[in-house]
């Protein structure tokens, strides 16, 4: 048997925050985690490089980057912000730096650095980390946890609990969403999980056929049934099977709940014109070049793997020369640079998505300390709450902030 005042459960981000935080404070803690090591979804974030947090918004704006969930997060994020996250890493040795559209990095670009600093924080502060550790069950008297029952056997007591497993995302490193179970077995609602900020599989051969081509800061707008539903910029990537890249991903969450049915994609290839200057544009580009062959032509706006799917969706003729485009043939090829269509048929699962949007129901927790209020000595934090942000760091925040919450909260 063993005794601790804290009982961490998950040693992810927000799992290790909460628990060097309520160490700290002097309690005697314990991090459990199933893995043989921690932080093992960390290490896959940013693409390795660890997206830290981002910079683009002031703390009361940046909640509101999380939609209408986000005025949950206020009072934890206020308490300690991108900035307190950069500054907390920086003093343990972790040199950052700024990106384009806010994104914070480790400047070595290396992932096992932000790791590092988190495991030898914790450490210093005394928790005991203990690894290969699954909990099998959590067992409940009236409104209080009692003890945890480890797969071993083993029966661990502590006076409060954090839960921070994570969600059901890249399940492989070990967020297989054993916690939604136990939630609600102890009375918590859980907002049905779904995958979030993952790839698109759309219909028909046109992604495929422009694979590996890469574009920056495009505009894009779902629709299901032609009414709009969710808006993105940035950058896009076409796949064998769809789209991904940071604009996709951000809309991938609103995509999902909209099928099955009839999603539309539409990516705008000219954001910066309206549809008669994109036509003036036009106008003008096969008036200076009026011998040459549209395909030509096109190569001069258009990046060559587009040219000819352009031209074949608009119904002209591959060899004819620019000054034969008609109207009628050049107001199609307008359409098409600004309302480029893709046809959904799927998001990605779990095993691809980069998180959970879903989990345990906010109302149900104090934001200023993350305490259960369905169980008076359980503490919640990270991606196992019902909160979830767009790509480019915003996720990691939330394990920041509700993590030194929840740790400062079972810890005072």
């Given at each position: 048997?063993?005794?601790?005042?804290?009982?961490?459960?998950?040693?992810?981000?927000?799992?290790?925050?909460?628990?060097?935080?309520?160490?700290?404070?002097?309690?005697?803690?314990?991090?459990?985690?199933?893995n043989?090591r921690?932080?093992?979804?960390?290490?896959?974030t940013?693409g390795?490089?660890?997206?830290?947090?981002?910079?683009?918004?002031?703390?009361?704006?940046?909640?509101?980057?999380?939609?209408r969930?986000?005025?949950?997060?206020?009072?934890?994020?206020?308490?300690?912000?991108?900035?307190?996250?950069?500054?907390?890493?920086?003093?343990?040795?972790?040199?950052?730096k700024?990106?384009?559209r806010?994104?914070?990095?480790?400047?070595?670009?290396?992932?096992?650095?932000?790791?590092?600093?988190?495991?030898?924080?914790?450490?210093?502060e005394?928790?005991?980390?203990?690894?290969?550790?699954?909990?099998?069950?959590?067992?409940?008297?009236?409104?209080?946890?009692?003890?945890?029952?480890?797969?071993?056997?083993?029966?661990?007591?502590?006076?409060?609990?954090?839960?921070?497993?994570?969600?059901?995302?890249?399940?492989?490193?070990?967020?297989?969403?054993?916690?939604?179970?136990?939630?609600?077995?102890?009375?918590?609602?859980?907002?049905?999980?779904i995958?979030?900020?993952?790839?698109?599989?759309?219909?028909?051969?046109?992604?495929?056929?422009?694979?590996?081509?890469?574009?920056?800061?495009?505009?894009?707008?779902?629709?299901k049934?032609?009414?709009?539903i969710a808006?993105?910029?940035?950058?896009?990537?076409?796949?064998?099977?769809?789209?991904?890249?940071?604009?996709?991903?951000?809309?991938?969450?609103?995509?999902?709940?909209?099928?099955?049915?009839?999603?539309?994609i539409?990516?705008d290839?000219?954001?910066?014109?309206?549809?008669?200057?994109?036509?003036?544009?036009?106008?003008?580009?096969f008036?200076?070049?009026?011998?040459?062959?549209?395909?030509?032509?096109?190569?001069?706006?258009?990046?060559?793997?587009?040219?000819?799917?352009?031209?074949?969706?608009s119904?002209?003729?591959?060899?004819?020369?620019?000054?034969?485009?008609?109207?009628?043939?050049?107001?199609?090829?307008?359409?098409?640079?600004?309302?480029?269509?893709?046809?959904?048929?799927?998001v990605?699962?779990?095993?691809?998505?980069?998180?959970?949007a879903?989990?345990?129901?906010?109302g149900?927790?104090?934001?200023?300390?993350?305490r259960?209020?369905?169980?008076?000595?359980?503490?919640?934090?990270?991606?196992?709450?019902?909160?979830?942000?767009?790509t480019?760091?915003?996720?990691?925040?939330?394990?920041w902030?509700?993590?030194?919450?929840?740790?400062?909260?079972?810890?005072?």
């Open positions: 048997m063993m005794n601790y005042d804290i009982a961490v459960i998950g040693a992810g981000p927000a799992g290790m925050t909460a628990a060097g935080r309520a160490a700290a404070t002097g309690a005697r803690v314990i991090l459990l985690e199933k043989t921690p932080g093992i979804k960390l290490l896959l940013g390795g490089r660890c997206n830290l947090t981002n910079v683009s918004f002031p703390a009361r704006v940046m909640a509101g980057q999380y939609g969930n986000g005025r949950f997060f206020i009072s934890s994020l206020t308490r300690f912000d991108a900035d307190d996250a950069i500054a907390f890493f920086n003093d343990r040795g972790v040199a950052t700024v990106e384009e806010g994104r914070v990095f480790p400047e070595s670009d290396r992932g096992r650095e932000v790791l590092d600093a988190l495991v030898g924080w914790m450490k210093g005394g928790v005991e980390l203990r690894t290969d550790a699954a909990v099998s069950a959590i067992i409940k008297q009236n409104t209080r946890i009692e003890k945890l029952i480890l797969a071993t056997g083993e029966e661990v007591f502590a006076g409060h609990y954090v839960l921070a497993t994570g969600g059901k995302s890249y399940p492989g490193t070990g967020s297989t969403g054993d916690a939604y179970r136990w939630l609600e077995s102890l009375g918590h609602t859980v907002v049905t999980p995958p979030a900020l993952c790839a698109i599989t759309t219909r028909g051969p046109t992604a495929g056929r422009l694979q590996g081509l890469s574009l920056r800061d495009l505009p894009l707008t779902a629709f049934n032609d009414k709009k808006a993105a910029t940035g950058d896009v990537l076409f796949t064998r099977t769809g789209l991904s890249g940071p604009a996709v991903l951000d809309l991938s969450k609103a995509v999902g709940k909209n099928l099955p049915g009839a999603v539309t539409c990516l290839f000219f954001p910066e014109k309206d549809h008669a200057e994109a036509d003036a544009l036009l106008v003008e580009l008036s200076k070049n009026s011998n040459k062959l549209l395909k030509t032509v096109a190569g001069m706006l258009l990046p060559d793997k587009l040219v000819p799917i352009v031209i074949a969706l119904r002209i003729d591959a060899g004819k020369a620019a000054n034969a485009v008609t109207r009628e043939e050049r107001g199609r090829v307008v359409d098409l640079l600004k309302r480029f269509r893709f046809e959904v048929e799927s990605a699962d779990f095993d691809k998505a980069t998180v959970t879903g989990g345990v129901s906010l149900e927790g104090d934001s200023k300390t993350m259960s209020k369905i169980v008076e000595n359980l503490f919640l934090a990270g991606e196992i709450l019902d909160l979830d942000g767009p480019g760091g915003y996720n990691l925040q939330v394990c902030s509700t993590g030194m919450a929840a740790g400062e909260g079972a810890g005072l």
